[in-house]
């Protein structure tokens, strides 16, 4: 393989036909040998591909010939050639699983009653502006935040995207509604829906980091807000913005600084840990 890259997307739209867009998503990715993961909705698509450059760059101008993808904001980065075992096209009630697929309202130009989106540079103009009043809200799952997060982020203790309209309801963020909370999560996808579900639920300020934090890494790497590492849904499980990126994770098993997260308390479940190198040694003798 030449170079290897990996692209994330989505896009939310209406889609009237959801099975024939993945079966065309399924054909062009195994005509050009990618591979990687594609849910498909009524509500639009949620994908995460890989592959040499140039396949992968083909896979791009096909999925943005479809006119509903047209404007599909692609963040590419670079890839091992076996960050994916094999290529996975669904069609699924929601590109995202909170549980609420009936709720969610599209049209042409996304998600109806999302929070307000803000690039980059805005999400420092806000805080130049507001200061401690703004609340950095994580739309992640817990292990993902405890290996990087935005500086003073709260960070809810949920395992699945699922969790957080029972957290919601629960009243247990009910003490951020009359701030300014910036929902933040990998790509985008997860705080589209997010913001919007707060929205409905009596929140009055909420915005979204428009591109997620692998926008805002692209724009300022480790010498902004964000702090530690970006675990991401690939064999290569993080990435880091620099060399410079802090280490804020801790072993589960000894307590040590490290940024490494694995498949825990064995390589083949899905239950995932904060695991340094030399424990994971012990764990694999």
């Known amino acids: 393989m030449a170079t290897p890259k990996i692209v994330l997307f989505y896009v939310f739209a209406p889609l009237p036909d959801p099975e024939a867009i993945r079966l065309w998503q399924q054909s062009v990715c195994e005509s050009a040998g990618l591979r990687g993961r594609i849910i498909v909705s009524p509500h639009g698509i949620n994908a995460t591909v890989g592959g040499d ?118 009243g247990a963020l009910d003490h951020l509604k009359e701030r300014p909370v910036v929902t933040y999560c990998t790509g985008g996808v997860r705080c589209e829906v997010l913001s919007a579900l707060m929205t409905a639920r009596g929140f009055r300020e909420v915005y979204q980091l428009d591109g997620g934090i692998v926008r805002y890494g692209e724009t300022y790497g480790d010498r902004g807000l964000w702090e530690g590492s970006l675990y991401v849904f690939d064999k290569r499980m993080k990435v880091d913005f620099s060399s410079d990126a802090a280490v804020i994770g801790k072993c589960i098993r000894c307590g040590s600084p490290t940024s490494d997260v694995v498949n825990y308390p064995d390589g083949d479940g899905r239950d995932l840990a904060v695991v340094c190198t030399d424990c994971r040694s012990g764990l694999e003798s």
Do not use: C
């Not at 999925?63 to 590419?76: E, L, N, Q, V």
């Open 53 to 170: 450059i140039r396949a992968v760059k083909r896979y791009v101008r096909a999925t943005r010939s479809y006119p509903a993808f047209k404007g599909a904001d692609i963040k590419w980065s670079d890839g091992t050639g076996a960050d994916f075992p094999r290529l996975s096209v669904k069609v699924r009630p929601e590109i995202v699983t909170f549980g609420v697929p009936d709720e969610l309202r599209i049209d042409d130009s996304g998600i109806i009653g999302g929070g307000t989106r803000l690039a980059p540079e805005q999400v420092h103009e806000l805080m130049d502006e507001r200061g401690d009043e703004v609340v950095f809200l994580d739309g992640r799952n817990k292990i993902e935040g405890e290996i990087g997060r935005f500086r003073n982020a709260v960070v809810p203790d949920i395992n699945t995207t699922r969790d957080f309209i029972p957290l919601i309801e629960s």
